[in-house]
């Protein structure tokens, strides 16, 4: 006698097999809307951010051409405009008969009437820098640039001791009047403010623009 083959009842396989019930589905589509939330939230911040370093970039090419500028202005015992500001040997009090001492104008925190940009009195030495007005990037001829206004820029300048290894320089001098100055350029732009320091010492006082 053969064998005997059996097969299994469709029926039976019927009940094995089944689908998703109700509760497993919501339970999916929960699990897959947190999931795309997330996904959406990182390509969102992502988004945001791929423009930060860009503004931060700007900010910091701003304020390093501000600074520059500063620093490399005269940092004199008279105003430049003084008759013996190429003479003068320390900041005494004025003295016109005396070569050796500003005839009428010492240097001061602040500029002596001049304005960055202007064509006959410009900006002439590093303290004029502290009456600069806040304000959108300009050359320095005071021509505002295109493109940048969603900048600002503020630049202090004050007096501050610097030490080094060698020793350091003191704030003020004998007479009380700064020789050693800390430049502070801010910029501020979308997102982002960038703040630069750096030091000017009285090295060259008779030295005129």
Same mark, same amino acid.
């Given at each position: 006698m053969s064998p005997r083959t059996e097969f299994p009842s469709p029926l039976g396989a019927g009940r094995r097999s089944r689908g998703i019930s109700l509760i497993e589905l919501i339970v999916f589509i929960g699990i897959i809307t947190v999931g795309i939330g997330g996904i959406l939230g990182v390509m969102n911040y992502m988004t945001r951010a791929s423009a930060d370093p860009l503004a931060q970039k700007q900010a910091l090419a701003i304020a390093e051409a501000y600074l520059e500028e500063v620093l490399a202005m005269p940092f004199t015992y008279c105003d430049p405009d003084d008759a013996n500001a190429a003479?003068?040997?320390s900041t005494d009090a004025v003295n016109p008969v005396d070569p050796t001492r500003c005839a009428a104008t010492l240097e001061g925190m602040g500029a002596e009437g001049e304005t960055r940009g202007s064509t006959t009195t410009p900006y002439d030495n590093v303290n004029d820098y502290s009456s600069l007005p806040t304000g959108a990037p300009a050359s320095v001829d005071g021509t505002a640039i295109?493109?940048? &206004? *969603?900048?600002?820029? $503020?630049? $202090?300048?004050?007096? +501050? *001791?610097? +030490?080094? &290894? $060698?020793?350091?320089?003191?704030?003020?001098?004998?007479?009380?009047?700064?020789? &050693?100055?800390?430049?502070?350029?801010t910029v501020t732009g979308p997102g982002t403010t960038v703040v630069l320091d750096g030091y000017r010492t009285r090295y060259a006082p008779n030295a005129l623009p």
């Open positions: 003479t003068a040997q295109g493109g940048l &206004s *969603a900048y600002s820029v $503020s630049v $202090s300048v004050a007096a +501050a *001791a610097l +030490a080094g &290894s $060698s020793g350091t320089v003191a704030a003020n001098d004998a007479f009380g009047r700064p020789q &050693s100055l800390r430049v502070t350029v």
